[in-house]
């Protein structure tokens, strides 16, 4: 599967933003789809995932502030950003799994001015 993210830019300390990630095909059957983030001279972390069945996991700088979801209809994966800082300056990557395969997109770099 092909994933197409979009959706970063510049954005002031406080403010929002929303990922979306397109699907080549459908993700109704993938295992997990996820949003992963890497900032300069780091690692690349998770964010949040979405399990096929809907349930969610969220990485503790994201919980109460960025919500996960999908659209099974239109294979789109969201990412709302709320109360973002100059900590959550990264590229985002969506990600996919199934069956022992990862799939990566091509990442959506989110600069956050201070």
């Known amino acids: 599967v092909q994933l197409q993210a979009s959706g970063g830019g510049l954005v002031q300390a406080g403010g929002s933003l929303r990922l979306s990630c397109v699907a080549s095909r459908s993700i109704f059957s993938i295992s997990y789809m996820g949003w992963y983030r890497q900032a300069p001279g780091k690692q690349r972390e998770l964010v949040a995932r979405?399990?096929?069945?809907?349930?969610?996991d969220y990485a503790d700088f994201a919980k109460g502030r960025f919500t996960i979801s999908r659209d099974l209809a239109k294979n789109i994966l969201s990412l709302q950003m709320n109360s973002v800082g100059p900590e959550d300056t990264a590229i985002y990557y969506c990600?996919?799994?199934?069956?022992?395969?990862?799939?990566w997109g091509q990442g959506t770099l989110v600069t956050v001015s201070s």
């Open positions: 979405i399990a096929g069945g809907g349930t969610t």
């Open positions: 990600n996919s799994y199934k069956r022992g395969t990862s799939y």
